[in-house]
Structures are given as structure tokens and as C-alpha cells.
């Protein structure tokens, strides 16, 4: 598709070979997760981080970017030059501009993207007001989880929030433990302990909190360079992310 709007039987092609596939597969939507969740999985991480107080002004790091699943939402949310993402497989971000964000909104916006592959939070030579990795670590042996939440602190100011999600012995479905795996695992999963994430949050100076923001299969977390800026206990009651009228997310 070429960003026009075109006809009822093309876009209804459209619809059927974006939700194809399973996790894992090449196409753009599958890469990154299940298909049939995509427009889901971009819309909770654009309400969490509008929930937590992001506004158009701030900046916004996208770590594993992807097809832009979340991006094409905060994309069009943020001022020009606040979008900022992190992706090795360039296809999935040109497929995103062709298929679901266009080439004029993209020049708009002008966000910026880094190819790396080892979690190279600094290229960009700047802090962020908030840090998103969703799914990421959910495909890290345990030492390269340490090592990338390690880089963290450095884009991080006293205001920051970095946002992330993984496997932890709260989610459904048997994976192996990250303790046990080593470097990149993908398509499949590895299992943290919650205890296991926020010690190595606080060795590398954050403090983590698993919040109770709904997700399929996953934890979330926040983590904040300053104790007082952890979320109280009425706070933490009104991130819920609450699903309704979808028998899919029960």
C-alpha cells in the first residue's frame, strides 16, 4: 500500500496478510509479536506512558523499535524531533513507514533511529524523559540483560522513567530461566525472577517496581533513578490497564 486510502478489497487483503503468520515469522507485523495483537501491544505502551505522564514535549527512546508498533502512535504524539529508536533490521522500520505511518508524517515528525544491535542507548549523545523497552528483555540471557540495563543510568536524568517489560514466575507458559541462556534467545523466551530484575536494576542504580499495568504475557516495570520517585501504593493502584469488551484479554 502506498498510503492511499484503496479499495475495500485491497484493504481487506491488507488486513488478512498483516495478521498472518505466527511470532517470529518475516512478516512485518509477525516479527514483532503476534499479529493479531499488534494494533493491542502498540496501544497499551502509548497509554502506559501517557498514564505516567508523558506529553508532547518530551523526548522518547524506543529500545527494539521494531515495525513501530507502539512508535506510529507516540510518533504522531510527540513534537518533530522527539522520537527516538533503536532497531538492527532497518526492513521493519521502512515497512512501517510504507504500510502504516507514510512517507509525509515520517518527514514530519523526524524522528532518528540507531542500527545498533548491543543496546547502544548513548548513541544518540543525549538524556531522555522516558525509555521504553517492551519485549525486549523477554529475549536475554541473564547477562546480557545486566549488561544492557547497566547502560541505562547514562541517558537518564532525575525526571526519567524507563519502562520495561519481562517474563517473570508471575506470567503464564514454561520458558527457561535467563540464567541459563546467553547472549541473544529470539524468537524464544527466557524467565526472570521479579526479585532477579530489581536487584540488577539497583546494582546499576535504579529502583525498579513491577507494576500492575495489565500485559498478555509479560511484567511491566518502571525504574527511576531517585527512590522518591518511585510510585506510592495509591499510585500503583490506578496503573492498571484494564482491558474491556475483549474476550482475548480476560
Known amino acids: 500500500m502506498d498510503g492511499s486510502a484503496g479499495t475495500p478489497g485491497e484493504l481487506e487483503q491488507f488486513v488478512e496478510k498483516t495478521k498472518a503468520g505466527r511470532p517470529g515469522e518475516g512478516n512485518y507485523r509477525a516479527y514483532v ?3 493479531g495483537q499488534y494494533d493491542f501491544m502498540g496501544a497499551t505502551q502509548f ?19 521494531g515495525s513501530l508498533r507502539a512508535g506510529k502512535l507516540v510518533l504522531q504524539y510527540l513534537l518533530p524531533g522527539r522520537y527516538f529508536g533503536i532497531e538492527p533490521n532497518d526492513w521493519l522500520i521502512d515497512e512501517a513507514v510504507a504500510s502504516e505511518i507514510g512517507a509525509d508524517l515520517f518527514r514530519i515528525k523526524q ?3 540507531s542500527q545498533s544491535a548491543e543496546f547502544e542507548v548513548a548513541s544518540f549523545g543525549q538524556k531522555f524523559d522516558f525509555i521504553m523497552a517492551q519485549s525486549i528483555f523477554s529475549h536475554t540471557g541473564l547477562e546480557m540483560f545486566r549488561d544492557s540495563i547497566a547502560k541505562i543510568p547514562a541517558v537518564m536524568h532525575d525526571q526519567s522513567q524507563f519502562l520495561f517489560t519481562a517474563v517473570t514466575e508471575h506470567d503464564t507458559g514454561r ?12 524468537p524464544g523466551c527466557v524467565r526472570f525472577r521479579v526479585r532477579e530484575v530489581m536487584r540488577i536494576c539497583r ?18 516495570f518502571r525504574a527511576v533513578t531517585k527512590r522518591r520517585f518511585r510510585l506510592s501504593e495509591e499510585q500503583l493502584a490506578q496503573v492498571s490497564g484494564t482491558v474491556m469488551f475483549d474476550p482475548r484479554f480476560k
Open 47 to 65: 497509554r502506559l506512558a501517557t498514564t505516567l505522564g508523558l506529553r508532547e514535549d518530551h523526548s522518547y527512546l524506543d529500545i527494539g523499535c
Open 111 to 113: 524522528p532518528r533511529f
Open 33 to 35: 509479536g503476534p499479529p
Open 175 to 186: 520458558m527457561p530461566r535467563a540464567s541459563g541462556a546467553e547472549g541473544w534467545v529470539y
Open 203 to 220: 546494582e546499576s542504580g535504579l529502583f525498579a517496581q513491577a507494576l500492575p499495568w495489565f500485559h498478555p504475557r509479560q511484567t511491566w
